[in-house]
């Protein structure tokens, strides 16, 4: 492949080089990822003076990690490349040794030991918590937090664990003003403690010692788009682009249905029922399918997106990405991260970071239309209408119909 990008006489040096083979498959693997010409030249040849330099300082390229990549591209002089390419092919190049097998793979952030509890509790919240994927996520992550607050680089020892150890692993958060992450990693520490109590490792006491934070049900209320902010929101995107066609989609899909992120991002085409107008979600959070109908406008733009921007691609999901790897379907992440710039465009939302505004101000919008707390339930995906519930009391303008006067009132007016 080399002929297709570069001239006779770089093509003849290349392939006369001791790294030509490798060379050759970083090739094809950033030309199949959809990199531009001008990016595969820059990474290919970079990646050329990093394996003679390795070779120069008779270093096995089986040694590779990211230290010496990094050594390697902050001592290129300041009038070579730009320092952020030769750091973002040579990450490219490091992943690509990877996954062929010559560079060992990554190792883990924290020690193997700790790994391998957090690996069965893992299990163990797949199988018999059968929590979704992101739940199980964030609470792995706690626990790995916890052993590693515990313990550190000492031996683990269940029966040196104090209640408080407990106490002190979610108080730093509220020193830090984190609330909803210490509520987040109460409730994860409390389930890890329970695992390991049914694996009679540690006495039952311990998971006592969690703190409860209060928390009021519907004591606020939830954070919502006015009807100028959601316009705002929804011009923001730049529509004569592709990919502004399907960030469009996407947000329509949020603010009309209250899809969360995981959900925009897991549709496939296979759910889409466009003779019916309909829409399936798979079972996630609430852990039961649902089919939705597609309001007029967020069927226009899906099937605008699907017929006449989505790039080509083998991959069945609707919205995929437009960089590389071009084609590959879109994460979460990158959903939140479109939600987010869209935000810095719309006054009063620069701060946002979340998607679940977008959530709120659907179920909100809904309500206001007339639509019962049932019918909102079954759309959001709540198993109980408890929880819708909260948006009763945004809608202030039908609760001032409601809302009898204070008693003794017109005692003082008169």
């Not at 992450?181 to 006491?205: D, H, K, N, V």
Request: hydrophobic share 40%; charged share 25%; with cysteine.
């Amino acid at each position: 492949m080399f002929d297709n990008y570069f001239c006779p006489r770089v093509v003849r040096r290349l392939r006369s080089g001791a790294h030509a083979a490798m060379l050759e498959e970083f090739l094809a693997r950033l030309h199949r990822r959809g990199h531009s010409r001008n990016t595969i030249q820059n990474y290919l040849c970079a990646a050329e003076v990093f394996l003679q330099w390795l070779r120069r300082r008779r270093q096995a390229i089986d040694s590779l990690d990211e230290a010496t990549a990094r050594a390697f591209a902050c001592r290129r002089p300041c009038g070579d490349r730009p320092r952020a390419n030769v750091h973002a092919a040579l990450r490219h190049l490091l992943r690509h040794l990877r996954d062929t097998g010559v560079v060992c793979s990554r190792p883990p952030a924290s020690r193997p030991a700790i790994e391998r509890i957090v690996v069965e509790y893992g299990a163990y919240l797949h199988s018999t918590c059968g929590l979704t994927t992101a739940t199980r996520l964030y609470r792995r992550r706690y626990a790995r937090e916890f052993i590693q607050f515990v313990f550190g680089s000492g031996r683990i020892c269940w029966k040196a664990l104090r209640p408080d150890h407990v106490q002190s692993f979610i108080v730093r958060y509220g020193h830090e003003g984190l609330l909803a992450a210490a509520r987040t990693a109460a409730g994860s520490l409390r389930s890890f403690l329970r695992w390991l109590q049914f694996q009679g490792r540690i006495r039952p006491g311990l998971i006592g010692a969690v703190p409860r934070l209060p928390q009021w049900r519907l004591a606020g209320l939830p954070t919502v788009m006015t009807d100028l902010q959601l316009e705002t929101f929804l011009a923001s995107f730049d529509q004569a682009r592709s990919s502004g066609r399907r960030d469009h989609a996407i947000a329509l899909c949020m603010v009309d249905l209250g899809l969360r992120a995981a959900e925009v991002a897991d549709l496939t085409l296979d759910d889409l029922n466009d003779d019916a107008g309909t829409l399936r979600l798979t079972a996630g959070k609430s852990r039961r399918d649902r089919v939705l109908p597609m309001p007029h406008r967020v069927r226009r733009a899906v099937v605008d997106y699907l017929h006449r921007h989505r790039p080509e691609t083998t991959d069945r999901h609707v919205f995929v990405r437009h960089r590389v790897p071009v084609g590959a379907p879109v994460s979460r992440e990158l959903v939140r991260g479109v939600m987010r710039r869209a935000y810095a465009a719309v006054g009063g939302c620069e701060e946002w970071t979340g998607t679940h505004v977008l959530r709120h101000t659907a179920a909100t919008r809904l309500h206001r239309a007339g639509a019962d707390l049932k019918r909102v339930a079954d759309i959001l995906g709540h198993r109980s209408i408890d929880t819708t519930m909260i948006y009763t009391k945004v809608d202030l303008v039908r609760l001032a119909d409601v809302a009898l006067s204070w008693p003794g009132c017109e005692e003082v007016r008169s």
